[in-house]
């Protein structure tokens, strides 16, 4: 009975496998991108992009080619302006971006549209998080603010960032990622798909990450993000906008007393530039005079610039720096509208493919702020999440509602009909 589970197993994992999971411990881990890197260089993970990519689309059937290149437009004109405004002269490397910011949406778009083994997949992906969640605590305590410093590196050849990186510290991204699966981690417990007890210890495993990395941001979005466990199962999405405005009314009417609270919550924990960044946040501009990076006059320098260039933004201008703190908006000053058009198109592509499909199953608010979520930290930070949008999205989404989840809400081809007139023939 058992060799007959093993065999099975195998026969779903196939020729796939490897590359996939290989391109999960390069998402997910610091210390597998140093190490490729150093024994089997840059063009080694190059080549499985490719392949990958190419995979996608050689496998993409032809009821769905249409869809699959309407989602794929906007990535590819948003990167080649991006291309064209660096007047990058490697051209090997310019190309390779733009297939690093293509590969989750192409991976995404493979497992909407294709029966795959979603839950061995999701249980490596938490496997390999939940290691570097205890690498990047355990590194922070031996290395005070070494999940920041990776932040601030100049290259990733720094001597400091491989350090750090041969002992699996996790760095910015990958501590946004790991909030950004929260909404997720909620929804399998709703869902009955998670024990309480392993739910606990995941959270317990997270609360230890968010104090040693000090992020603020990280830290108010999982608080946000835990509201969602009192989300009824068919909260729809007037009822979640409605939801949220009162949550900002509750948090404006109330600031001084909730940011008073987490302020000394953060204090009692032992992260004092949380509290202080806290306290900045909800008590008032005087409480960031002392800080350098006024996160509030970055984010006007880019909105300004945008307004002075509103079409083509920087790309006319004399100045292309930007407050360098958000996506969206550093994009607006950088491109203008011509850049904010594609961007716009990104996201409602995302949508219509990996998040609207669910729109009738249970708890669809979650999924909903899980879509939301992302846009809003690329408005707060730098990044565009692909990883979380794209790629873990639908494949943790199939884990718990069932692996085909989406393939259910294709509608079925129509049944050729035979013209009266042939039929008429053979009478």
Same mark, same amino acid.
């Given at each position: 009975?058992?060799?007959?589970?093993?065999?099975?197993?195998?026969?779903?994992?196939?020729?796939?496998?490897? =590359?996939?999971?290989?391109?999960?411990?390069?998402?997910?881990?610091?210390?597998?991108?140093?190490?490729?890197?150093?024994?089997? /260089? /840059?063009? =080694?993970?190059?080549?499985?992009?490719?392949?990958?990519?190419? =995979?996608?689309?050689?496998?993409?059937?032809?009821?769905? *080619?249409?869809?699959?290149?309407?989602?794929?437009?906007?990535?590819?004109?948003?990167?080649?302006?991006?291309?064209?405004?660096?007047?990058?002269?490697?051209?090997?490397? *310019?190309?390779?971006?733009?297939?690093? =910011?293509?590969?989750? $949406?192409?991976?995404?778009?493979?497992?909407? !549209?294709?029966?795959?083994?979603?839950?061995?997949? !999701?249980?490596?992906?938490?496997?390999?998080?939940?290691? /570097?969640?205890?690498?990047?605590?355990?590194?922070?305590?031996?290395?005070?603010?070494?999940?920041? /410093?990776?932040?601030?590196?100049?290259?990733?050849?720094?001597?400091?960032?491989?350090?750090?990186?041969?002992?699996?510290?996790?760095?910015?991204?990958?501590? @946004?990622?790991? $909030?950004?699966?929260?909404?997720?981690?909620?929804?399998?417990?709703?869902?009955?798909?998670?024990?309480?007890?392993?739910?606990?210890?995941?959270?317990?495993?997270?609360?230890?990450?968010?104090?040693?990395?000090?992020?603020?941001?990280?830290?108010?979005?999982?608080?946000?993000?835990?509201?969602?466990?009192?989300?009824?199962?068919?909260?729809?999405?007037?009822?979640?906008?409605?939801?949220?405005?009162?949550?900002? $009314?509750?948090?404006?009417?109330?600031?001084?007393?909730?940011?008073?609270?987490?302020?000394?919550?953060?204090?009692?924990?032992?992260?004092?530039?949380?509290?202080?960044?806290?306290? *900045?946040?909800?008590?008032?501009?005087?409480?960031?005079?002392?800080?350098?990076?006024?996160?509030?006059?970055?984010?006007?320098?880019?909105?300004?610039?945008?307004?002075?260039?509103?079409?083509?933004?920087?790309?006319?201008?004399?100045?292309?720096?930007?407050?360098?703190?958000?996506?969206?908006?550093?994009?607006? *000053?950088?491109?203008?509208?011509?850049?904010?058009?594609?961007?716009?198109?990104?996201?409602?592509?995302? @949508?219509?493919?990996?998040?609207?499909?669910?729109?009738?199953?249970?708890?669809?608010?979650?999924?909903?702020?899980?879509?939301?979520?992302?846009?809003?930290?690329?408005?707060?930070?730098?990044?565009?999440?692909?990883?979380?949008?794209?790629?873990?999205?639908?494949?943790?989404?199939?884990?718990?509602?069932?692996?085909?989840? @989406?393939?259910?809400?294709?509608?079925?081809?129509?049944?050729?009909?035979?013209?009266?007139? $042939?039929?008429?023939?053979?009478?």
């Amino acid at each position: 009975m058992y060799l007959e589970k093993i065999k099975n197993f195998l026969k779903k994992l196939n020729y796939r496998a490897p =590359f996939f999971l290989f391109i999960l411990l390069m998402t997910m881990t610091a210390i597998v991108p140093r190490l490729t890197s150093m024994y089997l /260089t /840059t063009y =080694f993970y190059m080549n499985i992009v490719i392949i990958t990519i190419l =995979f996608t689309f050689i496998t993409c059937k032809i009821n769905h *080619a249409r869809e699959y290149l309407l989602l794929l437009l906007p990535f590819i004109v948003f990167e080649l302006l991006v291309m064209l405004s660096r007047h990058n002269d490697d051209v090997l490397l *310019a190309g390779y971006q733009v297939l690093l =910011f293509l590969l989750p $949406v192409c991976i995404g778009f493979y497992i909407v !549209t294709h029966v795959c083994f979603s839950e061995f997949y !999701t249980g490596v992906l938490c496997v390999i998080t939940l290691i /570097t969640c205890i690498t990047t605590g355990i590194g922070c305590i031996n290395n005070p603010s070494a999940s920041r /410093t990776l932040a601030s590196t100049e290259t990733s050849q720094d001597v400091t960032a491989i350090l750090y990186d041969l002992q699996n510290i996790g760095g910015f991204n990958f501590v @946004y990622c790991v $909030v950004l699966m929260v909404p997720f981690l909620i929804l399998a417990l709703k869902m009955k798909k998670l024990h309480i007890s392993v739910f606990l210890g995941i959270i317990a495993i997270l609360i230890f990450l968010l104090i040693q990395v000090e992020y603020t941001f990280a830290i108010l979005l999982v608080m946000i993000s835990m509201m969602t466990i009192f989300f009824k199962r068919d909260m729809g999405i007037k009822q979640f906008f409605l939801t949220i405005l009162g949550f900002l $009314v509750i948090v404006l009417v109330f600031r001084v007393a909730i940011g008073t609270f987490l302020s000394n919550f953060a204090s009692s924990l032992g992260i004092q530039q949380v509290a202080d960044k806290i306290s *900045a946040l909800f008590l008032g501009k005087d409480s960031v005079d002392h800080f350098d990076d006024d996160r509030g006059a970055l984010y006007m320098k880019s909105i300004e610039m945008f307004f002075n260039h509103p079409v083509f933004g920087s790309l006319t201008g004399t100045s292309r720096k930007t407050g360098g703190h958000s996506f969206i908006l550093d994009n607006l *000053a950088l491109y203008g509208i011509t850049g904010g058009i594609p961007i716009v198109l990104m996201y409602a592509g995302i @949508y219509k493919t990996f998040y609207h499909p669910l729109k009738d199953q249970p708890y669809y608010a979650i999924v909903f702020w899980a879509f939301l979520q992302p846009i809003v930290l690329s408005c707060l930070n730098p990044g565009m999440w692909l990883e979380n949008l794209c790629m873990f999205a639908p494949m943790i989404l199939c884990t718990i509602y069932g692996k085909e989840v @989406y393939l259910s809400v294709v509608p079925p081809k129509p049944t050729p009909e035979i013209p009266v007139n $042939v039929l008429r023939r053979k009478d």
